[in-house]
């Protein structure tokens, strides 16, 4: 029977395709925030250097995670970097870090056309929902996001970063962690992404079926060595395949009565 349905969240239910700023351009304001609070607690003269030796520890981050999947935290880097450019520890607190840092729904992006439909019909059938993502945000900066998107009512119980986990998918404890919050088993759940590595053979790895997003206009993240269990365009295909796979009792209960029907 299925119970759950767990997505990835950026390329999956959040359209980033119209995003051309650039991550560094889009981050130096939310860099500024924070240089402004470090301000107040110690002398810093220079936010270049601050940003400088911010971006290289996050790219260090990143190649370290790419092996080990240990998942690289915002808030660590962000009290690591001040404390290199000179603010003693002791001032430094990673949760007013966070706040001040003030992520948001990031302006050029938007959630698919077809994902709140999908997203109330799954909520109708009483399905738990979750999301998985490998952001190295704290969920509780994503979530202001999704609650900007309109999506934040749809997750109550599991909105997983890779940040929050300490590791990034396809590493099985971050899946692991989604099955423990929704109370439900790898059999009984199905995880929809847009990456056929991290999401397709993380989810198949867990135990879960898999459902590869391919959005039309750009070719998917895949591999020749994954194979998704199936593989859509739209997630209103989602819907179909779930009932393909797990037929609801309804749907089996009326169609014993149309078969008792036929041979009376």
Same mark, same amino acid.
């Given at each position: 029977?299925?119970?759950?349905?767990?997505?990835?969240?950026?390329?999956?239910?959040?359209?980033?395709?119209?995003f051309?700023?650039?991550?560094?351009?889009?981050?130096?304001?939310?860099?500024?925030?924070?240089?402004?609070?470090?301000?107040?607690?110690? *002398?810093?003269?220079? !936010?270049?250097?601050?940003?400088?030796?911010?971006?290289?520890?996050?790219?260090?981050?990143?190649?370290?995670?790419?092996?080990?999947?240990?998942?690289?935290?915002?808030g660590?880097?962000?009290?690591?970097?001040?404390?290199s450019?000179?603010?003693? &520890?002791?001032?430094?607190?990673?949760?007013?870090c966070?706040?001040?840092?003030a992520?948001?729904?990031?302006?050029?992006?938007?959630?698919?056309?077809?994902a !709140?439909?999908?997203?109330?019909?799954?909520?109708?059938?009483?399905?738990?929902?979750?999301?998985?993502?490998?952001?190295?945000?704290?969920?509780?900066?994503?979530?202001?996001?999704?609650?900007?998107?309109?999506?934040?009512?749809?997750? =109550?119980?599991?909105?997983?970063?890779?940040?929050?986990?300490?590791?990034?998918? *396809?590493? =099985?404890?971050?899946?692991?962690?989604a099955?423990?919050?929704?109370?439900?088993?790898?059999?009984?759940?199905?995880?929809?992404?847009?990456?056929?590595?991290?999401?397709?053979?993380?989810?198949?790895?867990?135990?879960?079926?898999?459902?590869?997003?391919?959005?039309?206009?750009?070719? =998917?993240?895949?591999?020749?060595?994954?194979?998704?269990?199936?593989? !859509?365009?739209?997630?209103?295909?989602?819907? *179909? &395949?779930?009932?393909?796979?797990?037929?609801?009792?309804?749907?089996?209960?009326?169609?014993?009565?149309?078969?008792?029907?036929a041979?009376?």
């Amino acid at each position: 029977m299925l119970k759950a349905v767990l997505f990835d969240l950026d390329d999956t239910l959040i359209d980033w395709s119209k995003f051309t700023v650039g991550w560094d351009g889009m981050e130096a304001r939310h860099l500024q925030n924070v240089f402004d609070y470090l301000v107040s607690l110690h *002398p810093l003269s220079d !936010i270049k250097v601050f940003n400088t030796e911010y971006a290289r520890r996050v790219q260090d981050a990143w190649a370290e995670a790419r092996s080990s999947l240990r998942a690289p935290h915002l808030g660590r880097l962000l009290v690591d970097t001040a404390v290199s450019v000179g603010v003693p &520890i002791h001032l430094v607190d990673m949760q007013r870090c966070l706040e001040f840092y003030a992520w948001r729904a990031v302006q050029e992006t938007s959630v698919f056309p077809d994902a !709140i439909d999908v997203l109330k019909q799954l909520q109708a059938r009483g399905l738990k929902m979750g999301i998985i993502t490998n952001s190295f945000h704290p969920a509780a900066l994503r979530d202001v996001e999704l609650d900007e998107h309109g999506l934040l009512e749809f997750f =109550p119980d599991c909105r997983i970063t890779a940040a929050d986990a300490g590791y990034l998918k *396809p590493h =099985p404890e971050i899946f692991e962690l989604a099955l423990r919050k929704l109370d439900v088993t790898a059999d009984e759940t199905v995880f929809v992404g847009d990456n056929a590595v991290a999401d397709i053979a993380g989810a198949q790895g867990a135990g879960m079926r898999a459902i590869l997003r391919r959005k039309v206009d750009r070719l =998917p993240v895949t591999s020749g060595l994954v194979i998704p269990d199936a593989t !859509i365009t739209s997630l209103l295909e989602l819907l *179909p &395949i779930l009932d393909e796979w797990f037929p609801r009792q309804d749907d089996h209960g009326d169609t014993n009565s149309a078969s008792q029907e036929a041979h009376i």
